[in-house]
């Protein structure tokens, strides 16, 4: 959590901003290189998954233990939930590591925004999204045009039995779409939330922490509304956090089954 951030001569709030989102552990924002706090963050999300499903799956058994009760819970989820039905039985086996990481990752990095003594999303810094969009984004495209070939996928965005002066039109919405439209609203989804939910809480926090220490009376009642209201959203924050995961998973899976699909 930043701290608290007093305006010039010691007399005012000054509302936390995009400052509070670049923390260099090595190097400056000067510097044309740096480690971030959140980079370290998304790196240490890594390690912490494959711990919890390295012990989850050891000792498997029939009657499963909690780790592996919750394991095969969020896997079965992914799964059934969203590999099976939007890619189909026949292809989505061969996708479940791509979703199953996307969407653990995504999790484990979103949540991490309500973490005491951690409280920052790392996937509100956008270069983080953008690289799992990335990611998404030549997946898709290349099993469409290994399947389709680089004519039959461009021909496929347009549904057949069309006018013919309407085709290139209809071509050009839908090339916008899926090449370019796609991959922005994927990444910048989920970049925005967690940048205003985080935002937002920050706000709650710090205010309430200003007025209760610097405030009069009226302001520190002010000060713990504030503080039970950062309580409330902190809850609210984690419910977004839980489905940010599951759509941008779900809208991979829906892009990549779109891009198998015979008919338009």
């Known amino acids: 959590m930043s701290p608290l951030v007093l305006a010039a001569g010691g007399e005012g709030f000054t509302p936390p901003g995009t400052q509070d989102f670049w923390w260099p552990i090595i ?57 099976r039905d939007l890619i189909g039985s026949k292809d989505f086996l061969k996708f479940m590591p791509l979703l199953f990481t996307e969407f653990t990752l995504i999790l484990v990095n979103n949540v991490f925004g309500i973490i005491p003594f951690v409280q920052f999303p790392s996937t509100s810094r956008i270069a983080f999204p953008i690289g799992l969009t990335i990611l998404t984004y030549l997946v898709f495209h290349a099993v469409g045009f290994r399947k389709k070939g680089f004519v039959g996928y461009l021909k496929d965005l347009v549904p057949p039995g069309l006018p013919a002066w309407i085709v290139p039109f209809i071509f050009l919405l839908e090339f916008v779409d899926k090449f370019i439209t796609r991959p922005l609203t994927l990444s910048l989804r989920l970049f925005a939330n967690m940048f205003a939910g985080h935002l937002l809480l ?59 699909a015979e008919e338009h």
């Open 202 to 260: 920050l706000v709650f926090i710090l205010g309430a922490e200003y007025m209760l220490l610097h405030g009069g009376p009226g302001l520190k009642v002010a000060g713990v509304l504030s503080g039970v209201l950062a309580i409330v959203m902190t809850f609210f924050e984690l419910l977004v956090e839980v489905l940010q995961a599951y759509i941008f998973t779900l809208l991979t899976a829906l892009y990549i089954g779109g891009a198998l």
């Open 27 to 83: 190097g400056s924002n000067t510097s044309n290189w740096a480690l971030t706090r959140p980079a370290v963050m998304v790196l240490l999300s890594v390690a912490l998954i494959a711990w919890f499903f390295l012990a989850a799956t050891k000792r498997r058994s029939l009657v499963p233990g909690k780790l592996q009760f919750v394991g095969e819970g969020v896997y079965g989820f992914i799964r059934e939930g969203v590999g």
